[in-house]
């Protein structure tokens, strides 16, 4: 095999955010942040915003994660189009009858 083209496989901390859930597993991700781990060693620290215990597939029931705003910045752009509020319940006319 050739040497130098593998990447560098190390223990890494994998922090779910949004269930305060965190494993210890290998990996070759980038990151600047260390965590302190239950072993008492201290290794690299990638977040998530989602993982098997934050994602309703594997809990059964949902629970909205918005960590960026997307939601308030696609309800504020249509607004005035009335996409999902009062003008969106209203049932439609019915056409009719000849």
Known sequence: MKKGIHPN?????????????????????????TVKWEDGNEYPLYKLDISSASHPFFTGKMKFVDTTGRVEKFQKKYQKTGYGGAAAKKAPAEPEAK
């Not at 496989?9 to 942040?33: I, K, M």
């Open 9 to 33: 496989y190390r223990p890494v901390v994998f922090q779910d955010v949004a269930a305060n859930f965190s494993f210890l597993t290998r990996s070759c991700v980038e990151t600047d942040d």
